[in-house]
């Protein structure tokens, strides 16, 4: 019976350690996944010696998740209001090949070609969401179709070579770090150091600020006691990912551009009506519907949204690999989709986060990253992969019908 | 001594933290009709699904007697091999399969696993025949009306030769000559010796079919004795656990000027765009009234209320004038603007969504007014969330409950909830106290009550005639997708109401 979020705090308090228990117990569904992450990098940092861990590592473990996590982002609605989207890999490698053909063969300035990739990506998005929303052909159909399709287009644009978008600039938005400002020191990046301060002290100031605001409505709140260590316990975790990439080379643009996606589609599910009214969908598309909510338009939003973020990570998936190849993003989808899953996402819909799947972009990646290093062979990781998935299913499944 | 077939003793089931049952002992003769009663969380369902097998044995304490054998069940299939059979209120059928295939799934008759549909059609005719259901067995359950699926399920109970049959909620869907049928099915069945269990909310109906009541309040015994010495109102009162002055508590409205006028309103099938499902209705809805609307099953009462609201098909002819004016909204959208909201009589398929918490919920409706930019201001809608909760005393120990976890009657006002933070000029309520408890359905009325006299009209579709008779200040009746009746609540009773629904002139 006792399903109570992390925001609810309505209860009496009464013991501290009993709350702390309740508390635990009741967000057990979200470490679960964090929990899983660092359980992964421990076994693998044990079986690498200890190479797994190290800075220089991790951090191209983050820049490996980068497109997967963009992705992930937008695949998180559309798998919450009920969809699938098949289409994110073939897309994925699809518009990468478009920006690295018009840099390459049509000598476009990667300003203009950039943008001109972000639009055709838009245009997939309309595409897709135009059948699913406005035909109703179930997305599982018009996706796989996608797939096919821009599979195609993007044997047709390559034709069948490998094309390297030889422009500095278009490299930084998969290769390039942050640059160093005043203190030039090999393995300290002070400007992603300022960045990570920053970070720590608006995670601070908005968490106090919606504590005020609660008590402010007269709502009860966790103890001070309580809402300090979570504070601190969270600026050590956002400090530790930081200084990953603050004593490497720095925040790569990648993963910035990562983090402002996670930003804005974390606001835009939890803190916008139109986020709402993905879950509401999700949960009970006709009970939405008949409160008002336009459905059709929803879903048409969602699949626009998803065609950006597939563009975006098209571009930084090419720059990353400064190649663009007839099998770019092969598969792809099924690494997004298995992020959201382990991430939390329901397979019905109506539940999931973004930060869930970025968690499990994480692991995904890990795993990819982890087993490369042990030089196990591409079977190996297609099984483990595959293994993972099934368990995280099965734990997802198990955990809700005890609810 | 009695001869019971089934006996149930000081059987205790614990959930962490609550006690379902606590000492409870059920005893069933054979060949009666025990009904079961109590309000919702009482322990009734718990109850039965110990009987069942779904809470296996020793998961309780206590001991269980069936035919003068102990019982000790493992699981469902155990009930079933001896002799159980349970109907559960949501029926467990296949929608897209046959009758024939329905009632005998599971139980194939097959040879090396293939199937003998001949011989599986003759004895599907023949419980057919049994329950009184005049249908062909090939007819698939998706054609069928809720009265018949229900006949069906009991047809396959009747096929398993189940000695004690056990109905949840068997009428909350079926029409009153649908319930009278289904009444004479059970009393045939008593005549041959099966014993029934028959769980309702309905005490009318109780007092009508049953030989003796069991009374369960807070997972006790509370009483149980023959039927013929139990009063309606000694029953409710033993459910409650409290004197109930009046069910319908009544209040003297006095009708102002027309807000909501329907102009010669016609709406065609959504499936079949040749039939008219609603024939030329006119009415007015007026200020400070509960209008009732009464009607049997399929007679176009939830169509009316659908199509008004933007929510039925396309095809319509007709007007609509709100407040004097021509109103045209052809969306849901449209129509929570204009200030009409329309509560399904189906909530949980249309009213709720289960995952989501109850902020989520009972805002749902009123998002693209509250937050004008698209931003939603988390403070503010748990605040105007907890209004609503403290208004309609929902029970909840959070506004951020996920709603799926609240008692039927809390879901209900939820829904309430949500149409009422629109802010609705003309409030439809379609079977608003469906499958909820006598406490909380009178707690409804009182919203219903208060809302009139804030000036909200009230439109209330319901099949049960004594609510339609206690609450409304005018009944509407509808027969096949007409008008056929307006009646002041002075002037009707339930015969003239069944009079008309019946198509009587």
Redesign the interface.
């Given at each position: 019976?006792?399903?109570?979020?992390s925001?609810?705090v309505?209860?009496p308090q009464n013991s501290p350690g009993g709350n702390w228990r309740n508390w635990m117990r009741v967000n057990v569904r979200q470490y679960t996944m964090i929990i899983a992450l660092l359980l992964v990098w421990s076994i693998f940092t044990v079986l690498t010696k200890g190479i797994f861990i190290s800075t220089r590592n991790l951090s191209n473990l983050f820049l490996q998740s980068a497109t997967v996590a963009i992705v992930a982002c937008t695949m998180v609605l559309v798998m919450v209001a009920g969809h699938i989207d098949l289409s994110v890999g073939s897309a994925v490698g699809f518009t990468g090949a478009v920006v690295a053909t018009l840099i390459t063969k049509a000598s476009w300035p990667t300003l203009l070609a950039v943008p001109v990739t972000l639009l055709l990506g838009l245009v997939i998005g309309l595409f897709q969401g135009y059948w699913v929303a406005y035909v109703g052909v179930p997305a599982f159909i018009v996706t796989l179709a996608g797939m096919l399709i821009m599979r195609g287009g993007l044997l047709g644009v390559t034709g069948g070579n490998t094309i390297s978008p030889n422009s500095e600039l278009f490299r930084q938005f998969g290769q390039g770090y942050l640059p160093q400002l005043f203190v030039k020191v090999v393995g300290f990046n002070d400007f992603s150091a300022l960045i990570g301060i920053l970070a720590i002290v608006l995670y601070n100031v908005s968490a106090l600020r919606?504590r005020r605001?609660?008590i402010?409505?007269g709502?009860a709140v966790s103890s001070p006691r309580k809402q300090m260590l979570i504070q601190v316990s969270m600026s050590v975790v956002i400090a530790l990912v930081f200084s990953i990439m603050v004593f490497y080379h720095g925040i790569p643009y990648a993963i910035l551009i990562v983090m402002a996606m996670v930003l804005i589609f974390s606001f835009v599910s939890?803190?916008?009506?139109?986020g709402?009214?993905v879950?509401?969908i999700g949960?009970?598309k006709?009970?939405?519907?008949?409160?008002?909510?336009?459905v059709k338009k929803t879903n048409f939003l969602i699949f626009v949204l998803q065609g950006l973020a597939v563009a975006i990570a098209g571009i930084v998936y090419t720059s990353r690999l400064n190649a663009a190849t007839g099998g770019a993003g092969t598969g792809m989808e099924l690494d997004v989709i298995a992020a959201c899953i382990i991430g939390g996402t329901s397979t019905m819909g109506?539940?999931g986060s973004v930060f869930g799947a970025i968690i499990g972009a994480l692991v995904m990646a890990s795993l990819d990253n982890g087993m490369s290093l042990m030089n196990l062979g591409v079977v190996y990781q297609y099984v483990v992969k595959g293994v993972v998935l099934l368990i995280a299913v099965a734990v997802d499944v198990s955990t809700r019908k005890k609810q | 001594m009695d001869d019971y077939i089934l006996e149930m003793n000081h059987i205790t089931k614990e959930f962490p933290g609550v006690k379902a049952l606590n000492d409870v002992s059920f005893n069933v003769k054979r060949g009666e009709i025990h009904a079961l009663v109590g309000e919702n969380g009482a322990g009734k369902s718990t109850l039965m699904k110990v009987l069942a097998g779904v809470y296996p044995f020793g998961s309780y304490t206590g001991a269980m007697m069936f035919n003068g054998a102990e019982l000790q069940f493992t699981g469902t299939r155990d009930s079933e091999k001896a002799g159980i059979a349970i109907i559960f209120q949501e029926l467990a059928l296949v929608k897209q399969m046959s009758i024939r295939e329905n009632i005998y799934l599971g139980s194939e008759f097959q040879k090396n696993g293939i199937i003998d549909w001949d011989a599986t059609f003759i004895a599907a005719s023949k419980v057919l025949h049994e329950v009184h259901l005049n249908r062909n067995p090939l007819t698939k359950i998706i054609d069928l009306g809720v009265g018949e699926q229900q006949l069906v399920e009991i047809a396959k109970a009747v096929s398993k030769n189940a000695s004690l049959l056990i109905l949840d909620e068997p009428t909350a869907a079926l029409t009153e000559t649908e319930t009278e049928t289904l009444m004479q099915i059970l009393r045939d069945l008593r005549a041959k010796g099966v014993s029934c269990i028959y769980i309702s909310h309905k005490i009318s109906e109780v007092a009508q079919i049953a030989d003796r009541v069991t009374i369960l309040r807070d997972g006790r015994t509370i009483a149980t004795d023959d039927v013929k010495n139990m009063s309606e109102e000694r029953m409710i009162n033993l459910m409650v656990g409290r004197e109930i002055t009046q069910r319908f508590p009544r209040v003297e409205h006095t009708p102002g000027e027309t807000v909501l006028e329907v102009r010669d309103w016609t709406v065609y099938d959504r499936d079949l765009p040749t039939r008219k499902v609603i024939d030329g209705v006119s009415f007015n809805i007026r200020k400070g009234e509960i209008l009732g609307i009464a009607g049997l099953m399929g007679a176009g009462r939830t169509e009316l209320a659908m199509s008004i609201f933007g929510s039925y098909g396309v095809g319509r002819t007709g007007e609509l004038l709100l407040d004097g004016k021509k109103m045209v909204a052809n969306s849901p959208s449209a129509c929570i603007e204009k200030g009409v909201a329309y509560l399904s009589e189906d909530r949980k398929r249309y009213g709720f969504i289960a995952m989501m918490d109850l902020c989520g919920n009972i805002t749902l409706a009123s998002m693209a007014k509250l937050w004008k930019n698209g931003v939603i201001d988390g403070n503010e809608e748990i605040r105007r969330t907890e209004q609503y909760v403290g208004d309609l005393s929902i029970k909840t120990p959070s506004v951020e409950q996920k709603v799926g976890n609240l008692s039927g009657g809390n879901q209900q006002k939820v829904v309430v909830g949500k149409w009422l933070m629109t802010h609705p000029k003309v409030l439809f309520l379609d079977e608003p106290t469906r499958g909820i408890d006598v406490g909380a359905k009178i707690e409804i009325y009182n919203i219903m009550n208060q809302l009139v006299e804030q000036g909200v009209c009230i439109v209330m579709i319901s099949s049960e005639l004594p609510e339609i008779l206690g609450i409304s200040d005018r009944i509407l009746v509808m027969h096949m997708g007409r008008l056929v009746g307006d009646l002041s609540w002075k002037e009707a009773t339930q015969e003239k109401v069944m009079y008309l629904a019946t198509g009587g002139k």
């Open positions: 019976m006792e399903n109570v979020n925001k609810t309505m209860q919606s605001g609660r402010k409505h709502f939890q803190n916008m009506t139109f709402r009214y879950y509401a949960g009970n006709d009970a939405a519907r008949l409160s008002g909510i336009n109506g539940e | -």
